[in-house]
């Protein structure tokens, strides 16, 4: 099966949804993509029915802290079964060089010894650069520059579906028209949503480099996107967060509309 595990789908201050995250999985084989803000990763890990022990692959795409505190608590667990034989093999890290020196660092700082002996033997780093190529649970993936404004290092990536499809993942800022031409035409897009065209002088939604559901669905309508995943939200109106934006996009773009709530799945 390939689909998405949704874990969370809110913005870096949301309460009441888990930060943006989730799995993409290939045939009982699973990518971690981002990690969220603190320990409820793990609950969310196990309430979408995977064991933390099946999973060997985890994507970060910045240093900020609603995508990258998670993996503290999840190198934690790993170290944890890896101690009690309950964890085989490596756990692989794809991120931004600056990601593994603060990784790095706060679990020299932090972990015991013990545990810090098994994350240097078992926890394998592979710094990320434009347009890397991997092969990750069983998918070619490309690694894509997202071009930040800020003063950071932002990646995506596009992997190569079993049917051919390509998937793509945008991290949490608006699509560079640098990418324009890497993403036109293809299958999937998973891009931040920020709030809807009528809020965004609430939220100030274009000074914090975010996006409203008009301006990404007219976005991707003329770059013939076919399936739109829309996440990384406010979570003001959660309740009909779902029908609002589906509404909001489909006035503007042409293909699927997916407006997810934490713990759904997507079929790929």
Same mark, same amino acid.
């Given at each position: %099966? ?13 309460? &009441? ?21 603190? $320990?409820?990763? *793990?609950?969310? *890990? ?16 910045? /240093?900020?802290?609603?995508?990258? =505190?998670?993996? @503290?608590?999840? =190198?934690? %667990? ?9 964890? %085989?093999? #490596?756990?692989? *890290? ?5 990601? #593994? ?9 932090? @972990?015991? /010894? ?7 033997? &078992? ?6 650069? +434009?347009?890397?190529?991997? =092969? ?5 993936? /490309? ?13 995506? @990536?596009?992997?190569?579906?079993? $049917? ?13 028209? /640098? ?14 949503? @920020? ?6 002088? *609430? ?5 914090? +480099?975010? $996006?409203?559901? #008009?301006?990404?669905?007219? #976005? %991707?309508? +003329? ?13 003001? &109106? ?31």
């Amino acid at each position: %099966m390939e689909r998405i595990l949704v874990l969370g789908t809110g913005d870096a201050i949301t309460l &009441n949804c888990f930060n943006t995250c989730f799995i993409l999985e290939n045939n009982g084989k699973y990518l971690l993509v981002d990690t969220g803000g603190g $320990s409820q990763v *793990i609950n969310q *890990i196990q309430k979408v029915g995977i064991d933390i022990s099946d999973i060997h692959d985890v994507f970060i795409s910045h /240093k900020h802290i609603d995508h990258l =505190l998670g993996i @503290f608590y999840v =190198l934690r %667990m790993v170290c944890y079964k890896k101690s009690k034989q309950e964890y %085989m093999g #490596k756990l692989n *890290i794809y991120c931004a060089k600056e990601v #593994k020196e603060i990784v790095e660092k706060f679990v020299l700082d932090t @972990f015991s /010894k013990k545990y810090d002996e098994i994350f240097q033997e &078992n926890v394998i780093f592979h710094e990320i650069e +434009n347009e890397q190529e991997y =092969l990750v649970i069983g998918y070619p993936m /490309k690694i894509l520059n997202l071009y930040p404004k800020e003063d950071l290092t932002q990646y995506g @990536f596009q992997v190569k579906l079993n $049917s051919g499809k390509i998937f793509t993942f945008l991290g949490d800022i608006p699509c560079s028209e /640098k990418l324009y031409d890497k993403i036109r035409n293809t299958d999937w897009v998973c891009h931040e949503a @920020f709030c809807q065209e009528t809020e965004k002088e *609430i939220y100030n939604s274009h000074q914090h +480099n975010h $996006s409203t559901v #008009k301006d990404v669905a007219e #976005k %991707m309508r +003329n770059l013939e996107i076919k399936n739109l995943i829309l996440w990384h939200t406010r979570d003001n &109106n959660l309740a009909n967060r779902k029908e609002l934006y589906t509404q909001e996009a489909k006035e503007y773009f042409a293909g699927n509309v997916y407006v997810p709530d934490d713990l759904e799945e997507i079929i790929l």
